[in-house]
C-alpha cells in the first residue's frame, strides 16, 4: 500500500518557510538571510508577490511582527554593545590616569629614599666631625 504525498497548501508551505527561516534551517535562500516577507516567499519557492497581504493577512500580520521585534532586540543588543564599549574605554582611561598616579609615587617615594640617604650621610659627617673622627666615605644607595 503506497501513500500518496499529502499535498500542502500555499500557506503551510509559507509558514514552514517562516518557520525554517526563524530557525536559520533554510533549503532555499543562504543561511542568515533575514526574515521578510519576501524571503519566506522564495523559501517556500514562490514568487514574492505571491505572499500578499490580502491573500495571507494573519501570516503577512505575523511576519511583520516578528521582524519588528527582531529589530528592537537588535536595537537594544546595538546599545548593550555601545554601552560596553564606552564602559571598557572608561576603564582603559581610568588605568592609564591609576598608572601615572603610581609612577609619580614611585618617582616621589624614591626620591624622598635618595634624600633620606644623603642626609643620614650628612648627619654621620657631621656627628663624625665633631668626634674629632674623620668621615669615612659613605656609599649611596642600600644600608647595610
Given at each position: 500500500?503506497?501513500?500518496?504525498?499529502?499535498?500542502?497548501?500555499?500557506?503551510?508551505?509559507?509558514?514552514?518557510?517562516?518557520?525554517?527561516?526563524?530557525?536559520?534551517?533554510?533549503?532555499?535562500?543562504?543561511?542568515?538571510?533575514?526574515?521578510?516577507?519576501?524571503?519566506v516567499a522564495k523559501e517556500a519557492g514562490c514568487d514574492p508577490s505571491a505572499l500578499r497581504k490580502e491573500r495571507f493577512p494573519s501570516l503577512v500580520r505575523e511576519i511583520?511582527?516578528?521582524?519588528?521585534?527582531?529589530?528592537?532586540?537588535?536595537?537594544?543588543?546595538?546599545?548593550?554593545?555601545?554601552?560596553?564599549?564606552?564602559?571598557?574605554?572608561?576603564?582603559?582611561?581610568?588605568?592609564?590616569?591609576?598608572?601615572?598616579?603610581?609612577?609619580?609615587?614611585?618617582?616621589?617615594?624614591?626620591?624622598?629614599?635618595?634624600?633620606?640617604?644623603?642626609?643620614?650621610?650628612?648627619?654621620?659627617?657631621?656627628?663624625?666631625?665633631?668626634?674629632?673622627?674623620?668621615?669615612?666615605?659613605?656609599?649611596?644607595?642600600?644600608?647595610?
Open positions: 500500500m503506497s501513500r500518496a504525498p499529502i499535498e500542502l497548501t500555499a500557506e503551510q508551505r509559507f509558514r514552514q518557510a517562516f518557520q525554517r527561516l526563524k530557525e536559520g534551517k533554510t533549503e532555499v535562500v543562504e543561511r542568515g538571510a533575514p526574515v521578510s516577507q519576501n524571503n511583520q511582527a516578528y521582524v519588528e521585534i527582531q529589530g528592537q532586540q537588535q536595537s537594544s543588543k546595538r546599545q548593550e554593545k555601545l554601552q560596553q564599549r564606552r564602559s571598557r574605554a572608561d576603564l582603559a582611561t581610568q588605568l592609564e590616569e591609576i598608572a601615572a598616579q603610581r609612577d609619580s609615587a614611585q618617582s616621589q617615594l624614591l626620591s624622598a629614599h635618595r634624600r633620606i640617604v644623603e642626609l643620614t650621610a650628612e648627619l654621620k659627617a657631621a656627628r663624625n666631625e665633631s668626634s674629632g673622627q674623620s668621615a669615612a666615605p659613605i656609599q649611596l644607595g642600600r644600608e647595610r
